[in-house]
């Protein structure tokens, strides 16, 4: 079955030390995203990539960094530069974007802590 | 920019009631919107979406949303709730031609009662 693949489901992580995210899709879209979500907060944007080798900042991308090496693959480096990390991590994927029919598709997203 | 408002943070209803679930948007032009649905833990799973054409729009599960250019307003409703309906709900807006990104509401947290 095609879908997006988020790993860990849980990750901690000590302050200071980077983190890397894993997002994996099977579902043949161009663009990806990621986005942090917090209590009472909705989704905030971090970075979205539309095509391999491309992306771009969202809403909150400091302390952020993402890659998009190959077409199924966007992971997510927290890094130490990142305040306040402990949140709820989602990513998602849609066909090319400016298409009619463009809808997110979700991952079952990522839960970190910082401890 | 667009931005997305739900006015209503938590709702509760009575198994069997109907919903309303309000949402209004804000863009130069006619836009994309989605109402997507997050249990707890969970992705978000999309239940419907508009893009033109007719402004009603029927989903999955039963739900359905109703576009009012002159309002602003992309309300998803549903007929007789049910338990299992229980669940967070984020409508989103993305702009017509932007080859670009979504902008979602705060949410609102649905509690049905036995």
């Known amino acids: 079955d095609g879908g997006i693949t988020q790993s860990p489901k849980y990750l901690f992580r000590k302050e200071g030390q980077n983190v890397t995210l894993s997002c994996e899709q099977n579902l043949n879209h161009d663009a990806m995203y990621w986005y942090r979500q917090d209590p009472g907060q909705g989704l905030r944007l971090i970075y979205y990539?539309?095509?391999?080798?491309?992306?771009q900042k969202g809403d909150i991308a400091e302390g952020y960094s993402v890659s998009r090496e190959k077409k199924e693959s966007f992971p997510l480096t927290v890094t130490s530069a990142q305040k306040n990390p402990t949140a709820f991590y989602l990513c998602?994927?849609?066909?090319?974007?400016?298409?009619?029919?463009?809808?997110?598709?979700f991952g079952p997203g990522t839960r970190l802590t910082v401890l | 920019a667009q931005s997305v408002t739900q006015p209503d943070i938590h709702i509760t209803v009575s198994e069997g009631a109907s919903l309303e679930l309000r949402c209004n948007y804000s863009y130069g032009a006619t836009p994309y919107l989605f109402w997507y649905v997050q249990s707890p833990g969970q992705g978000l799973q999309l239940l419907l979406k508009?893009?033109?054409?007719?402004?009603l729009v029927q989903g999955i599960k039963g739900f359905e949303a109703e576009f009012k250019r002159s309002q602003s307003s992309f309300n998803l409703r549903k007929p007789s709730v049910h338990w299992s309906d229980a669940a967070e709900y984020f409508c989103a807006v993305a702009p017509f031609t932007n080859a670009g990104k979504s902008t979602f509401g705060d949410g609102t947290t649905l509690t049905v009662k036995p």
């Open positions: 998602a994927s849609s066909i090319s974007p400016g298409t009619s029919g463009r809808a997110e598709f």
């Open positions: 990539s539309q095509i391999v080798n491309d992306f």
């Open positions: 508009y893009f033109s054409g007719d402004t």
